[in-house]
């Protein structure tokens, strides 16, 4: 009877053990929190560049006459877009088609002269300085011609490309000089975009590089174009660098002088460490802090942060690769606390 009570009473003494320990994991189970996490690595870093743009014409042409004379017809105003042999403007062509007329008669007379001299020639019944003389007489008849010919049709002034017309310099009736600036024709398709680079960024921008260029006068429209022009001398006062990207504007939406916000990607690749938004939280004297978890318990970790990046945040310091910090469940957090990561 006494072994049977000593065996009953060390049973009920294990069960009451076992009870206990399974209570007490239970209570310490309970005691932890659960939480999800994400461990730092390394992303790929690109950012853009932007800049303030201005319009330019892609191609700007002082438009003259290459003879002197008074305006006669004026076929153009300004603002108006016209096609590459359109007629701009014409000198009063009354002197130039009479000199060339006489040109013409003197021509046609050294040629009648030269048929006859010819036969002469041939029989050699002609001295060769005469022959020589008269074969002189032709060539400068037709030379002159020529040069009637061409006053002639440079009385018309053609328009060299397709462009809109810029600035008109002359009146109707007014005398021109040689060479003098009749209008302004401007190519505005493409059209380009004037920058200023600073040198420290100048490298990072090449030629081919693509850029997004929104301009406000458009109705915010967004643009895209492409680098061309790459300046190789610095603004002595500035120190910026001069690039142009080529923008098509069939429509011609975009106009000489306008103002444009400008955003090109940089080309240098960098590699940050970048954590969550929702990781970084604010202590009450303003720091930023994420939870890190180590060896299963939550700790406080101090942070610097970066420039925010495709839904993130990079971090300057406080971190390194292959951390664990605490994005969901940190309502409850505190120093040394039990984590269970799910």
């Known amino acids: 009877m006494r072994k049977a009570g000593l065996f009953h009473f060390i049973f009920c003494a294990l069960i009451l053990f076992s009870c206990t320990s399974k209570s007490s994991k239970k209570e310490q189970k309970?005691?932890?929190?659960?939480?999800?996490?994400?461990?730092?690595?390394?992303?790929?870093?690109?950012?853009?560049?932007n800049f303030v743009g201005v319009v330019q014409e892609d191609m700007a042409a002082a438009i003259s006459f290459p003879l002197a004379g008074n305006i006669a017809k004026l076929n153009v105003s300004e603002g108006q877009y016209i096609q590459q042999g359109q007629i701009l403007a014409q000198l009063n062509p009354y002197s130039l088609e009479n000199a060339h007329k006489a040109t013409q008669a003197t021509l046609m007379q050294a040629e009648d002269a030269m048929?006859?001299?010819?036969?002469?020639?041939?029989?050699?019944?002609?001295?060769?300085?005469?022959?020589i003389e008269m074969l002189s007489n032709l060539e400068q008849a037709k030379a002159a011609e020529a040069i009637a010919r061409k006053n002639l049709k440079d009385s018309k002034l053609y328009a060299p490309f397709s462009g809109m017309v810029g600035r008109i310099r002359i009146e109707m009736g007014e005398n021109v000089l040689p060479n003098q600036t009749i209008l302004s024709l401007l190519k505005i398709d493409p059209i380009a975009v004037k920058i200023s680079v600073p040198e420290k960024e100048v490298n990072h921008?090449?030629?081919?590089?693509?850029?997004?260029?929104?301009?406000?006068?458009?109705?915010?429209?967004?643009?895209?174009?492409?680098?061309?022009?790459?300046?190789?001398?610095?603004?002595?006062?500035?120190?910026t660098y001069p690039?142009?990207?080529?923008?098509?504007?069939?429509?011609?939406?975009?106009?000489p002088g306008m103002v444009s916000d400008v955003r090109i990607e940089d080309t240098q690749v960098t590699q940050a460490l970048t954590i969550p938004n929702r990781c970084v939280l604010k202590d009450g004297s303003g720091k930023s802090f994420v939870w890190k978890v180590i060896n299963d318990k939550a700790q406080k970790q101090i942070i610097q942060t970066g420039k925010q990046k495709?839904?993130?945040?990079?971090?300057?310091?406080?971190?390194?690769?292959?951390?664990?910090?605490?994005?969901?469940g940190y309502q409850k957090v505190s120093n040394g606390l039990n984590v269970v990561v799910l």
């Open 243 to 255: 690039l142009r990207i080529r923008v098509k504007n069939p429509d011609n939406i975009l106009l």
């Open 115 to 131: 048929k006859r001299i010819q036969m002469l020639y041939d029989n050699q019944s002609l001295p060769e300085i005469q022959y």
């Open 205 to 239: 921008i090449q030629i081919g590089q693509q850029a997004e260029i929104k301009v406000s006068a458009a109705n915010e429209q967004v643009f895209t174009g492409e680098v061309f022009e790459k300046g190789i001398v610095a603004d002595p006062i500035s120190h």
């Open 310 to 328: 495709n839904g993130g945040v990079v971090v300057t310091n406080g971190l390194s690769l292959g951390d664990e910090v605490i994005t969901d």
């Open 30 to 49: 309970d005691a932890d929190l659960y939480v999800k996490t994400y461990r730092i690595q390394l992303q790929d870093e690109q950012s853009n560049k």
